[in-house]
């Protein structure tokens, strides 16, 4: 095995490192307590593997949603199942998995500042016509 093969798998497991830190820290910033933690934590992982989505996206959006689901009276339950429920349409109605990801991310962002702007629309229109046509 040469060096650089050796530099190039440390430094993929460095960033692959980087990339969990991040999302332990996401769910953690909407969680209460350890147990809710752990309990969202296996629910978000289970839900991008069900949905064939990744658990970085799965992860964010539902970070997103939550942060400002307390302010309409929502759980992280029920940003959960949401959260499920736009990939599964997502799938359903046959949208790659990119476009799905930038959807999921307008969507998301829309979600947590309680506010649908015409860019978040319009990317969404374009990238996952079946969700745009659930919010119309």
Known sequence: ?????????GA???????EYSILQTRIKGVSESTKEYKQLSEAIYTTSQKNGVG?????????????NAKSFGATNSDVLKLTNAVQQ??????TSGESMKAAMLQFSQAM??????????KSIMENMPALADRIA
């Open 89 to 94: 349409l997502g799938v359903i109605s046959g």
């Open 12 to 18: 993929a497991l460095i960033k692959l490192g980087d």
């Open 112 to 121: 947590g500042s309680g506010t649908l702007a015409g860019d978040e629309l």
């Open 55 to 67: 658990l970085e996206s799965t992860a964010k959006a539902f970070q997103q949603i939550a942060q």
């Open 1 to 9: 095995i040469s060096a650089g093969a050796v530099l190039a798998t």
